[in-house]
């Protein structure tokens, strides 16, 4: 079974950054969109970025558009999230997934492969 092993995270001052990895090991999700999720308490879950299979497509929630950043590398089978500028309103536990099925979306549902998440900290 393909896991996706996260890695990155941990207390930040607010305005620093932090690189989140996620790799795929045991298999492949290459031709599948990916995405980061946050968590923060008592609210739902929500995707943050999503790339599709190519790297060239992405999406960005509203409150990270110019701060964080999405990106793959298909031959490590790793997704990345550079994050920078960090607000105290970022703080939540972040997971990585994989999209259950080929083509967009950035629906919570839809993603069936999920990291274990991790908190992600920022002071003020």
């Known amino acids: 079974q393909v896991q996706l092993v996260e890695s990155g995270g941990g207390l930040v001052q607010a305005g620093g950054s932090r690189r989140r990895s996620c790799a795929a090991v045991?298999?492949?999700?290459?031709?599948?969109?990916r995405g980061w999720f946050r968590q923060a308490p008592g609210k739902e879950r929500e995707c943050v970025a999503a790339?599709?299979?190519?790297?060239?497509?992405?999406y960005y929630a509203d409150a990270v558009k110019g701060r964080f950043t999405i990106s793959r590398d298909n031959d490590k089978n790793t997704v990345y999230l550079q994050m920078n500028s960090l607000k105290p309103e970022d703080t939540a536990v972040y997971y990585c997934?994989?999209?259950?099925?080929?083509?967009?979306?950035?629906?919570?549902?839809?993603?069936?492969?999920w990291g274990r998440g991790t908190q992600v900290t920022v002071s003020s």
């Open positions: 790339i599709d299979s190519s790297g060239r497509i992405t």
């Open positions: 045991g298999g492949t999700f290459s031709r599948k969109y």
């Open positions: 997934a994989a999209a259950i099925r080929h083509g967009y979306t950035t629906r919570v549902d839809e993603y069936g492969s």
